[in-house]
């Protein structure tokens, strides 16, 4: 798993000692010398000890997510200990699983963070918490894409108006981020070398660097620790801190040195390089001289265009034809008649446009066909990108074996009573019951958008709301519309009971993302006003979501990796007072 920091020491600084050690002769390679330190425990991942002052970040910045109103599981444990603002934290710290190999610290530590920036377009819990707001065009304030693998066609993003007052486009914010970090770094950072760590990543050598599923610990016994095989790959990269403005803004130069791959088919971009230095123009000096610029959101969204093999004829083809040669069946078909075919921007901003088939998924939508996936894998005969090529089932990595679960099978929820001393399920207490509670999709917004309108909070009934089964209901007393809170060891959520017999008894649903903003009262348990959906949450990470380096089971950016397990959370819903105060 990737994890940042990466080192309990500084990175720029493990970089530094490992070539000097290469350059004495103490070490064949970088990557070998930062291997032997970690064996040996003169050096740490900073995973090893999160509560470690060495090792946590400092500032987040969140752009497109709303943390503390809506993704962050266990938003009370955020709040206090990674903010350390007002919380509601109800119980002591989860002792009860103290891990085994990560450090535990007694006194947990309490606002980690020095910064907190978010670049939003609306008022959320999260900019809320922020100490700086950058704020954001909305989609019809810039030029941007918008495209899913769900559905064939690109959007464009057009503005009808110029980003009012300070507001800036996602593009232009980060341009001039990157220029203030630029001009810092002349006195500060200059030009360092780095370490990467990287995962044992999905359709790279990495994922059989583990063959049989065989994961043996290195750290404390025998074994030898080898980068790129039972650790992650090290590689020493070079930054001039000084340039990232001048880079964030072109096209650099790996993209026709080394090509650019996805899935395992590496695409052949000089042709397009090309092209986009002679319709956008070159810099003529400084870290990007020679190279395409992309200094506006335009730019940037013509060269995603012009880069993509479903955007672009000529690479899908290209695409298709290397693979071809890999699999042992023709393929190149499915692109065909669209060679010469590139949707350029114009294009998109004149009408949603089909897009070419192209090994960048696994769908078909050649001669008009609605996408389905794995459509190629299916009637090609592609092999799936599995262990054994096919649709997998059965999956033998020692750590599924220790937890019984080598096939799909039925796991009951945890028992949260006999684990972490929750109240039983179904324990009753004056005017309360103890239940599971479920946080699903929101049905009035996608996440935390869309909901603060006039028409949705009609449709939604408004505000924060409980939906629970008649039998729960009448065993707590409550109507339909009354107020009810939700309480357990992570926090409080106060709103008003939906009862329904599409609710099975025992189960309540806090719809996700109910955050701060709209009718959200003081509760009776603190006094306080607040508390979320996630309030009641935290996070339990499954530990066989943390395999890698064996075939699908392997890390893939933003495709596969632990998800935040919230589902086996039990609270106690209970009637309050009708009286609410904000
Ligand atoms: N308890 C519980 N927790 C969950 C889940 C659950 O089911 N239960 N679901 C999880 C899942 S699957 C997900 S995906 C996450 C979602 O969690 P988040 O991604 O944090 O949620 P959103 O509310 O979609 O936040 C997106 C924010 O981006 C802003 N935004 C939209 N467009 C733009 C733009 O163009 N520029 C800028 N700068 N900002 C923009 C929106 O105004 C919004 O505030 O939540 C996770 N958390
Ligand atoms: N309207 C709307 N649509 C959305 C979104 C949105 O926010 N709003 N978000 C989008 C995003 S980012 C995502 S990730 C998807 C999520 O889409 P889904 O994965 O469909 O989302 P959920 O509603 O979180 O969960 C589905 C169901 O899982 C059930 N469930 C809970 N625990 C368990 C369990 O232990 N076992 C089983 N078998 N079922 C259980 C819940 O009761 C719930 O009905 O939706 C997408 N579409
Ligand atoms: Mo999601």
Redesign the pocket.
């Given at each position: 798993m990737p994890f940042y920091p990466q080192f309990h020491e500084n990175s720029l600084d493990v970089a530094d000692a490992a070539v000097s050690a290469v350059e004495r002769g103490e070490a064949e390679s970088e990557p070998a010398w930062i291997a032997s330190k970690l064996k040996n425990g003169e050096l740490n991942f900073a995973v090893e000890d999160p509560d470690a002052p060495e090792n946590w970040p400092r500032t987040l910045v969140l752009?497109?997510?709303?943390?503390f109103?809506?993704?962050a599981?266990g938003e009370e444990y955020f709040l206090k200990h990674l903010l350390g603002t007002h919380n509601s934290v109800q119980g002591e710290d989860h002792v009860a699983s103290k891990p085994r190999d990560v450090r535990w610290h007694e006194e947990a530590p309490e606002g980690k963070l020095d910064l907190l920036v978010s670049?939003?377009?609306?008022m959320?819990s999260s900019t809320l918490l922020s100490d700086i707001v950058f704020p954001?065009a909305t989609?019809y304030e810039k030029y941007d894409l918008s495209s899913t693998d769900m559905h064939p066609f690109v959007h464009a993003f057009t503005p009808a108006i110029s980003p009012p007052w300070e507001a800036k486009t996602?593009w232009k914010m980060f341009q001039l981020l990157a220029d203030e970090v630029a001009r810092q770094s002349r006195d500060h950072l200059g030009v360092r070398k780095d370490v990467v760590a990287t995962a044992l990543t999905h359709d790279t050598p990495g994922e059989i660097a583990q063959p049989g599923g065989h994961a043996p610990e290195w750290k404390g016994t025998d074994l030898p620790a080898i980068p790129g095989k039972n650790m992650p790959n090290l590689k020493i990269v070079e930054r001039d801190y000084t340039a990232i403005g001048d880079k964030f803004v072109a096209l650099g130069p790996l993209a026709d040195k080394l090509g650019l791959t996805t899935k395992n088919v590496t695409f052949d971009v000089k042709h397009q390089v090309d092209q986009l230095g002679r319709l956008h123009g070159v810099f003529d000096s400084g870290a990007a001289e020679g190279r395409p610029a992309l200094d506006t959101d335009q730019r940037m969204a013509e060269a995603i265009l012009m880069l993509s093999g479903t955007t672009n004829g000529e690479l899908a083809t290209q695409g298709f034809e290397t693979l071809e040669k890999r699999v042992g069946k023709e393929l190149s078909d499915l692109a065909r008649g669209s060679e010469e075919k590139r949707i350029t921007f114009k294009d998109t901003q004149q009408a949603p446009v089909p897009v070419i088939t192209s090994p960048e998924w696994s769908g078909s939508e050649t001669g008009g066909r609605r996408y389905a996936p794995f459509t190629v894998n299916i009637e090609r005969l592609k092999p799936f990108h599995t262990l054994s090529g096919r649709m997998h089932f059965f999956l033998d990595h020692d750590w599924l074996k220790d937890m019984g679960e080598m096939l799909p099978t039925y796991r009951p929820p945890l028992d949260m009573h006999r684990l972490f001393g929750e109240p039983k399920l179904g324990e009753k207490g004056e005017l309360s019951i103890a239940v599971r509670y479920l946080?699903?999709?929101n049905k009035w917004s996608?996440?935390?958008?869309y909901q603060d309108n006039l028409f949705m909070l009609s449709l939604s009934r408004g505000g924060t709301s409980v939906w629970m089964s008649p039998q729960d209901a009448t065993a707590i007393e409550v109507s339909d519309n009354d107020w009810v809170e939700c309480v357990n060891t992570n926090g409080v959520f106060v709103g008003r009971a939906v009862v329904s017999h599409r609710m099975p008894e025992g189960v309540v649903y806090v719809h996700?993302?109910q955050e701060r903003t709209i009718d959200v009262p003081k509760s009776e348990t603190t006094g306080k006003r607040g508390g979320i959906?996630?309030s009641v949450?935290r996070i339990l990470v499954k530990p066989t979501h943390m395999i890698g380096g064996y075939a699908h089971l392997s890390w893939a950016f933003n495709y596969m990796g632990p998800t935040g397990n919230?589902r086996d959370i039990v609270s106690i819903v209970r009637k309050r007072s009708q009286e609410v105060q904000y």
């Open positions: 752009w497109r997510s709303n943390l109103g809506s993704s599981k670049a939003d377009f609306r959320t954001a989609w996602d946080t699903p999709h996608i996440h935390s958008e996700h993302a959906h996630n949450t919230q």
